[in-house]
């Protein structure tokens, strides 16, 4: 099993560039959620999404747009590059219900220059 | 206020040595789970051990036990006998809520550096 997939795995963009983070899971996990690790600062919650075509925002949502159209699927969208965006980024999916099944991708290391 | 405090940025043990990492955590829910993951320099987050608010009993994991005071809110992982491949970052998170559909609350870390 691939569990959750994050590309690209590193990733250069100017100041002012738009992209988008993929992750794909393939556990049929309701949950999915991103996260941005940055120095000192553990990780923390940017979207999160409860099923298909539902989204809600986390601690740090400013600068990043999701959706959510498949189960599968939950891209993470920086329409528009800044350096305080340098982060590394985690995609996680989880099972509904209390159980800890937390799974969490490789992580996509972006710099924003 | 923090939701989830590691009070302690960096730690050296020796080998073989038990091993204690802090978290306290604040929540007004009364259901909650608390996790712990270790980041190893390659980056992956992997899941060592959970603690269910309701569960009776403190969870372990093999050479991992997780040290839960409710009424003090604390949730300290301890690492029996460590060894050289236990040197990484170590996080405790929180989920709040029933479901787990909110995402997790993460502590800033401690970097555990475990000597010859």
């Known amino acids: 099993n691939a569990g959750v997939t994050q590309t690209p795995k590193f990733q250069v963009l100017k100041t002012g560039q738009s992209m988008t983070l993929q992750c794909a899971q393939d556990?049929?996990?309701?949950?999915m959620s991103w996260y941005r690790q940055d120095p000192g600062m553990g990780l923390r919650l940017i979207h999160y999404?409860?099923?298909?075509?539902?989204?809600d925002q986390g601690e740090v949502p400013n600068g990043y747009n999701v959706s959510r159209s498949t189960t599968e699927d939950f891209p993470l969208r920086l329409l528009s590059a800044a350096p305080s965006q340098t982060s590394v980024y985690f995609c996680?999916?989880?099972?509904?219900?209390?159980?800890?099944?937390?799974?969490f991708g490789s992580g996509t290391r972006l710099t924003v220059v | 206020a923090q939701k989830i405090t590691q009070t302690q940025p960096g730690m050296f043990v020796q080998e073989k040595e038990a091993v204690t990492l802090d978290c306290t955590y604040d929540t007004s829910d009364p259901s909650y789970g608390l996790f712990w993951y270790k980041q190893p320099s390659s980056g992956e987050m992997i899941f060592l051990i959970y603690q269910g608010s309701y569960d009776q009993q403190n969870a372990t994991e093999g050479r991992y036990s997780l040290n839960f005071q409710k009424a003090r809110k604390s949730a300290n992982l301890v690492i029996s006998a460590s060894q050289l491949g236990d040197s990484a970052m170590y996080f405790c998170?929180?989920?709040?809520?029933?479901?787990?559909?909110?995402?997790?609350?993460f502590g800033k870390g401690t970097h555990l550096i475990i000597q010859p």
């Open positions: 999404s409860v099923g298909a075509g539902i989204t």
């Open positions: 996680a999916s989880n099972q509904k219900g209390d159980a800890p099944g937390y799974t």
């Open positions: 556990m049929n996990h309701e949950y």
């Open positions: 998170a929180m989920r709040e809520g029933r479901g787990g559909a909110d995402g997790l609350t």
